[in-house]
């Protein structure tokens, strides 16, 4: 991932006061493509946060479109507010992965207009704090031993980040994947519902989730899919390559506009977002949020995404997900 620009807290609102929005209303709008509780959740809410520090600042609402694991809110902002310039769009790795495996129908990268990363997140898989699986290898090996009687949580369908990720560690387990139980959920916080209620006894989930509920006891992460250990709240938890399994799943998060928005007010967005990323109190806020740097904008993040469709479309293709 490409380093990112730091930030930090109480300058916020100077630098934003000098980043005049003129052309953006007043009253802004992000809308998370699902339930609420989950990282596009965070993502929002920390665009929101990110842009408020000043009260000519758009003030930036929030609302919830969630359905078909982001289709519903894709195809209903191309369809209906394709030009509205006052609306962004909360997107993931996940995104980029439905795309690839054309779970958003015809839809292409290009059909809308990417503004920012805001930040990155990690795959990670976690049980309840009374879990009788106490790390990976008690869980692999309930799974070797009868996959069918442990229930998995994913936010999303076969195909999904959720999946692939429990996928590829059931592969390095010499587990066929197709033997495992999951259960389709709409996004991280009915994952950890679902899983607090024990209808699931596993989930595969984001880190950025993860910290929500792991600081308060709730939950036992028994590997985070990251290069090295994470800071902060999961700082403890090993990742699955220390523990034998050769499994990373980074995620990026950002917001996009429409594909009729105007070039004028998209580069305004995009301005926007340089100067809070630019901010000193943003690292700050984005830490708080659970994510980790990663900042990229307007043209590069175009780029960027256009070329992790590709790759997610080549490695759905391992898994037999696309023809």
Known sequence: MKPLRSLSAAALVSSLAAAAIPA?????????????????????????????????APRLK???LPGGIGAVAW???????????N?????????????????????????????????????????????????????????????????????GTIGSQDWIKMALLARRAGV??????????????????AMQANFVQVISGDTSEAALYA???????????AEHRLAGVLSKVPTAREQGYDVVWPVIRGVWVGPGVSDADYKRWVQAFDRVEAAPGFAQMRSEAGLFPFSLTGDALT?????????YNRQARQFNLVR
């Not at 195809?75 to 310039?85: F, G, K, L």
């Not at 066929?176 to 519902?193: C, H, S, Y």
């Not at 709730?218 to 899919?225: F, H």
Request: proline fraction near 5%; glycine fraction near 8%; charged fraction near 25%.
């Open 24 to 56: 953006i209303a007043a009253d802004a709008e992000c809308v998370v493509p699902s339930k609420p509780g989950g990282a596009m959740d965070l993502t929002c809410k920390l665009a929101r946060k990110a842009l408020q520090a000043k009260p000519d």
């Open 176 to 193: 066929d994947p197709k033997q495992l139980r999951f259960v389709a959920l709409e996004g991280g916080g009915e994952e950890f519902t």
């Open 62 to 64: 929030l609302s919830y």
């Open 75 to 85: 195809h209903t902002m191309i369809s209906q507010r394709r030009a509205d310039p």
């Open 87 to 155: 609306t962004l769009v909360a997107f993931s790795s996940g995104s980029l992965l439905n795309l690839a495996q054309g779970k958003f129908g015809k839809a292409t990268a290009g059909d809308v207009r990417w503004v920012a990363a805001l930040g990155a997140d990690f795959g990670m898989i976690a049980v309840r704090a009374d879990s009788p699986y106490h790390s990976l290898a008690d869980l692999v090996e309930a799974l070797r031993s009868d996959p069918q009687k442990v229930l998995i949580g994913m936010s």
């Open 303 to 311: 780029t960027y995404i256009k070329q992790a469709v590709a790759d």
């Open 215 to 225: 600081d308060a006891g709730k939950v036992r992460v028994l590997a985070v899919l």
